[in-house]
């Protein structure tokens, strides 16, 4: 380290460094380096938040197998009275529906749009077999 004529010092490679030879204009000190301290409390926090996400999930799951359920009984009435398995009015005003509660909830609702649709076409597939005779009797269904 050398120290130029204004007393700034400067590291080997020309950068100006204070007196400890942290980089002039560093306002780190020992406390914001991660000791083990942090890195164990970095841990316990992505543990919590995971711990977190995995209900979430879990009770995604638990709500869809629901919904299913309701559709399910919605393909077996639509068969009995030889409806369309699609509803595109229905559709429609659902993903307007979705689309507004994700705006609401400051989810992106082209991304709540896609998954509805997905969810839509799985319904779809699963009214056809009903219709046709090859859907079970119980299952994942959607509306």
Same mark, same amino acid.
Do not use: W, Y
């Given at each position: 380290?050398?120290?130029?004529?204004?007393?700034?010092?400067? /590291?080997?490679?020309?950068? =100006?460094?204070?007196?400890?030879?942290?980089?002039?204009? /560093?306002?780190?000190?020992?406390?914001?380096?991660?000791?083990?301290?942090?890195?164990? =409390?970095?841990?316990? !926090?992505?543990?919590? $938040?995971? /711990?977190?996400?995995?209900?979430?999930?879990?009770?995604?799951? @638990?709500?869809? &197998?629901?919904? %299913?359920?309701?559709? *399910?009984?919605?393909?077996? $009435?639509?068969? +009995?009275? *030889?409806?369309?398995? &699609?509803?595109?009015?229905? !559709? +429609?005003? *659902?993903?307007?529906?979705?689309?507004? $509660? #994700?705006?609401?909830?400051?989810? /992106?609702? #082209? %991304? &709540?749009?896609?998954?509805?649709? %997905?969810?839509?076409?799985?319904?779809?597939? @699963?009214?056809?077999?009903?219709?046709?005779?090859?859907?079970?009797?119980?299952?994942?269904?959607?509306?």
């Amino acid at each position: 380290m050398t120290t130029s004529n204004t007393g700034d010092a400067t /590291d080997p490679t020309g950068n =100006a460094t204070d007196d400890s030879g942290t980089p002039a204009g /560093d306002t780190r000190n020992a406390t914001d380096t991660p000791g083990p301290e942090a890195d164990a =409390a970095v841990r316990a !926090e992505l543990a919590r $938040l995971r /711990d977190s996400i995995d209900n979430i999930d879990a009770a995604v799951v @638990h709500m869809l &197998a629901e919904r %299913f359920k309701c559709t *399910q009984q919605v393909g077996h $009435l639509k068969a +009995a009275h *030889q409806l369309p398995p &699609a509803d595109p009015s229905r !559709e +429609a005003q *659902q993903i307007a529906r979705l689309r507004r $509660l #994700a705006e609401n909830a400051k989810l /992106d609702p #082209a %991304f &709540a749009e896609k998954l509805l649709n %997905f969810i839509i076409a799985e319904v779809i597939r @699963h009214h056809e077999s009903i219709a046709d005779g090859t859907g079970q009797a119980t299952g994942a269904t959607g509306e």
